[in-house]
């Protein structure tokens, strides 16, 4: 019979420790706290029990920034932490991470309580919210790289918009030390630079798994963020404590994707529309001084030059087609609507206007012509009697009659000799 | 890090072009005037669709290297290895 093995203390104390370790690793226990005191050291010992049994646990002081209460004897809590042994005294006991207060009271006490600090504190005011800016083309992310709501969010915002420039910032969204992840993330995209908005969140879960988002420490890195932050935690009814601080809530992950951005098409198509009615109203425009222009030049006077009206009526024929043409290719040409056709269109524009001031000006001196008085300003008089009566013929005065003479400018009395 | 870039003015740029599309369309105005509008209002067109296209598609993700950040390209996860659900221990 061979020999049984046999253990020294601190080799079967450190088998039971691998163990316990590998075997039970960390989990989440709930319990009521009991002989709960923190000694100088700072860190925390208390017991966890139900009415059948009781553990040992241990929290240490660099586990405890994220606590999000003050634990106190009676309080039912849920610890995260690994079971180890503690060698010199041989007990196993709990190294907790994190603890939490369980059941919906007491989380929904705790929520209440942190809702009404921040608020009293005026981090939910209107007035601190940020507007979100129209065309955001440099988006940073804060979730989880694996899971479904950056898949979700990458998938929307592509979609709506194929061309923009997005940042993600991996944080753990659960468990211990998920809301010093994601406050740190905040941060750490406010000072990368050249971001316009920030979407932080996850997809849906269990009110433990969501509450990093009610974590004070998450709730002051959304307040003191310089950039507008879309809170996106996927639990389509509760409100987290990240949703009131936000400057936006969306109720889920894709939800933030298609609130953040319009849709590229959607832009493009406005901008499309502008130039359809820009271009309208100055159709309506040209054709009310075309059709103005042909009343003028049938006109009685003009219809004389018949070449005059006839010139008018071709070239208003022709930038009439001109123009056609040129509006037609802007909404054709899709992706180009704002290529220089639409300059081309002022220019032709622009000319017409300055053959027309032309052409007028011809007009007038036409119109010049026809009135009788302009021959004087050529050098031209005109005489008359002193009645009025013009004359044309030297037989109609005699010497000594009075005579008036009309000029370009004024006129002068003379007496015929 | 980078540069902020300001986007001098897409949103005013927008508004700007609405109101002189409402403007034109009130019908009031000299065709000198009603030109000057049109281009300036094809300037703005023009100015928003570049907006629309100026910025390339990228997508990364921040690494701690060093104790520096930087970013790397990131491919989003394909649906069947990514439960629904958050894994613990990312």
Same mark, same amino acid.
């Given at each position: 019979m061979p020999q049984p093995k046999i253990y020294r203390v601190a080799e079967i104390t450190r088998l039971i420790k691998t163990v316990l370790e590998d075997e039970v690793g960390e989990i989440w226990i709930e319990g009521e706290l009991s002989n709960f005191r923190k000694p100088s050291s700072g860190h925390c010992y208390f017991t966890l029990k139900d009415a059948a049994a009781q553990i040992a646990a241990?929290?240490?002081?660099?586990?405890?920034?994220?606590?999000?209460?003050?634990?106190?004897?009676g309080m039912m809590v849920r610890v995260f932490g690994q079971v180890s042994v503690y060698e010199k005294s041989g007990q196993y006991q709990v190294i907790v991470r994190q603890i939490i207060l369980?059941?919906? !009271? =007491?989380?929904? +006490? &705790?929520?209440?309580?942190?809702?009404?600090?921040?608020?009293?504190?005026?981090?939910?005011?209107?007035?601190?919210?940020?507007?979100?800016?129209?065309?955001?083309?440099?988006?940073?992310?804060?979730?989880?790289?694996?899971?479904?709501?950056?898949?979700?969010?990458?998938?929307i915002l592509t979609r709506r918009f194929p061309n923009l420039h997005i940042v993600l910032a991996p944080v753990r969204v659960q468990g211990a030390g998920? !809301? =010093?992840?994601? +406050? &740190?993330?905040?941060?750490?995209l406010n000072a990368w630079g050249g971001l316009e908005v920030l979407i932080v969140g996850r997809g849906g879960g269990s009110l433990e798994d969501l509450w990093c988002f009610n974590e004070?420490?998450?709730?002051?890195?959304?307040?003191?963020s310089a950039l507008p932050i879309i809170s996106a935690v996927g639990h389509e009814i509760d409100f987290t404590i990240s949703d009131f601080v936000a400057d936006l809530r969306a109720p889920t992950p894709s939800a933030a994707a298609e609130l953040v951005v319009r849709e590229k098409a959607e832009f493009e198509a406005?901008?499309?529309?502008?130039?359809?009615r820009l271009a309208r109203s100055l159709q309506q425009q040209f054709l009310g001084l075309q059709h103005r222009l042909l009343a003028v030049s049938r006109s009685h006077v003009f219809r004389e030059p018949a070449y005059v009206a006839q010139r008018y009526r071709d070239r208003i024929d022709r930038l009439g087609l001109q123009m056609r043409h040129g509006l037609e290719n802007i909404f054709r040409e899709r992706q180009q609507i704002t290529d220089d056709l639409s300059l081309r269109l002022?220019?032709?524009?622009?000319e017409w206007q300055r053959l027309r001031a032309m052409d007028i000006k011809r007009l007038a001196l036409l119109l010049n012509g026809i009135n009788p008085l302009a021959v004087l300003d050529r050098g031209y008089s005109i005489t008359c009697r002193q009645d009025g009566g013009i004359l044309k013929d030297a037989g109609q005065v005699t010497p000594g009659a009075k005579v008036v003479t009309r000029l370009s400018k004024g006129t002068f009395e003379s007496e015929v000799v | 890090m980078k540069t902020p870039d300001k986007q001098p003015g897409f949103e005013k740029s927008l508004e700007r072009l609405e109101a002189i599309v409402q403007e034109m369309e009130s019908g009031t105005m000299s065709?000198?005037?009603?030109?000057?509008h049109f281009e300036e209002g094809m300037g703005l067109v023009k100015f928003c669709s570049e907006k629309l296209n100026e910025v390339e598609?990228?997508?990364?993700?921040?690494?701690?290297?060093?104790?520096?950040?930087?970013?790397?390209?990131?491919?989003?996860?394909?649906?069947?290895?990514?439960?629904?659900?958050?894994t613990e221990n990312i």
């Open positions: 241990v929290m240490f002081r660099g586990n405890q920034r994220n606590l999000q209460f003050q634990p106190a004897d369980s059941g919906q !009271g =007491a989380l929904q +006490a &705790a929520f209440e309580a942190l809702k009404k600090k921040l608020a009293d504190e005026g981090l939910f005011d209107p007035s601190r919210k940020k507007p979100l800016p129209l065309l955001p083309r440099h988006i940073g992310i804060v979730t989880s790289p694996t899971g479904a709501a950056i898949r979700d969010i990458l998938n998920a !809301g =010093a992840d994601i +406050a &740190a993330a905040i941060d750490a004070e420490i998450v709730a002051r890195a959304i307040a003191r406005q901008l499309r529309e502008s130039a359809r002022v220019r032709q524009m622009r | 065709l000198d005037k009603m030109m000057k598609h990228k997508i990364e993700i921040l690494v701690k290297k060093n104790g520096q950040m930087t970013a790397e390209p990131f491919a989003a996860p394909e649906a069947d290895t990514a439960p629904d659900k958050e």
